[in-house]
């Protein structure tokens, strides 16, 4: 079976600063990952995506996220963070075969000017 | 958001009836799901289907039951059954179930049940 972990519930960075958002997966064959993000009362925007190719994945308002497969991660970052984008972050993965995206719990972020 | 539809936004119901979500789609996707957030517990996958009438359960499919006669349709019920139903419903859709395909998702629906 597939599954996500996102360790934080909660991560706080200052405005400006560079910030993480961990992810890890657990899934048979190859992985394929996506990172998703939910405002208050809306449904989930998706960020960007890992198929294959290179383990940096640039994706939407200027996040990226680095897969790696020897640690099964495929965390999200960017370099300087802004206060809107608080938000709840959702990975999610799908392995082998035509199957529904399985998410995490989702992490808050809150940037603090 | 665009492209999948979900109404009403809140949805208010008495605990004994069923009641029905509306998710439509206009990105002729072939697949559509849908899934029940709740607060610390992600998301969580009731049911989808991959083509007009099929559908498969998802991971708490007991007290829902769905339909799809039409390829932009997926109306999801909630029945009496089901006994915790006050959650924030997602529906979502993507183009074929591959696995390179991203899930595109509707605004979703309150539903309170008292």
């Known amino acids: 079976a597939q599954s996500v972990a996102q360790p934080e519930d909660q991560v706080n960075v200052a405005e400006g600063n560079p910030l993480t958002v961990k992810c890890t997966y657990s899934?048979?064959?190859?992985?394929?990952l996506f990172w998703y993000v939910q405002y208050p009362n809306r449904g989930l925007q998706f960020l960007l995506k890992?198929?294959?190719?290179?383990?940096l994945v640039k994706g939407s308002y200027g996040f990226e996220a680095e897969f790696n497969k020897s640690q099964t991660s495929f965390h999200l970052k960017k370099p300087s963070a802004l206060v809107s984008d608080s938000a709840l972050y959702f990975c999610?993965?799908?392995?082998?075969?035509?199957?529904?995206?399985?998410f995490g719990k989702g992490t808050r972020l809150s940037v603090i000017a | 958001d665009g492209g999948i539809t979900q109404s009403p936004k809140y949805l208010f119901r008495k605990e004994g009836q069923n009641v029905t979500l509306s998710c439509e789609q206009n990105?002729?996707?072939?697949?559509m799901y849908w899934y029940r957030q709740d607060p610390g517990q992600g998301l969580r996958l009731i049911y989808y289907?991959?083509?007009?009438?099929?559908?498969q359960k998802g991971d708490i499919a007991e007290g829902y039951s769905v339909s799809r006669e039409k390829k932009e349709s997926f109306p999801l019920t909630v029945t009496s059954a089901q006994k915790n139903p006050t959650a924030f419903y997602l529906c979502?859709?993507?183009?074929?179930?591959?696995?390179?395909?991203?899930?595109?998702f509707g605004p979703g629906t309150r539903l309170t049940v008292t």
């Open positions: 979502a859709s993507s183009n074929g179930a591959g696995t390179t395909y991203e899930q595109y």
């Open positions: 899934v048979s064959g190859n992985p394929y």
């Open positions: 890992y198929i294959t190719g290179d383990n």
């Open positions: 999610a993965v799908r392995g082998r075969g035509n199957t529904p995206l399985v």
């Open positions: 990105l002729n996707h072939d697949a």
């Open positions: 289907s991959q083509i007009v009438n099929d559908f």
